[in-house]
């Protein structure tokens, strides 16, 4: 059993940054691939950005890339996700998830879930 919990989400003005971090309990944090998802008021999950094991790869949704960094630190067992040049569509709450295998874009297929940090973005 894998515990996410995820932290740094807040009130930020559109074109601000934030930065989030995701601390699992595992000991073998090193052997998960990591995702961000995201979900809006009214709206269905939407994946964001994946790592891989190792953190030598990463995928971002085409709505982020170019915005938002994934990365992740082992020996820390966090995983971060910088977020810049925010916009007011970015509002959502923000999950983190593992999963024992390759990275994935697509939720069903991650293992353990956080419980999600609130970031809104004023226009």
């Known amino acids: 059993q894998v515990q996410l919990v995820e932290s740094g989400g807040g009130l930020v003005q559109a074109g601000g940054s934030l930065s989030l971090s995701c601390t699992a309990s595992?000991?073998?944090?090193?052997?998960?691939?990591m995702g961000w998802f995201r979900q809006a008021p009214g709206k269905g999950r939407e994946f964001v950005a994946t790592?891989?094991?190792?953190?030598?790869?990463?995928n971002y949704a085409d709505s982020v890339k170019g915005r938002f960094t994934i990365s992740r630190d082992n020996a820390k067992n966090t995983v971060y996700l910088q977020m810049n040049s925010l916009k007011p569509e970015d509002t959502a709450i923000y999950f983190c998830?593992?999963?024992?295998?390759?990275?994935?874009?697509?939720?069903?297929?991650?293992?353990?879930w956080g419980q999600g940090t609130q970031v809104t973005v004023s226009s």
């Open positions: 595992s000991r073998t944090f090193s052997g998960y691939a």
């Open positions: 998830a593992a999963r024992q295998a390759f990275m994935s874009t697509l939720g069903r297929e991650y293992d353990y």
């Open positions: 790592i891989s094991s190792g953190g030598g790869r990463t």
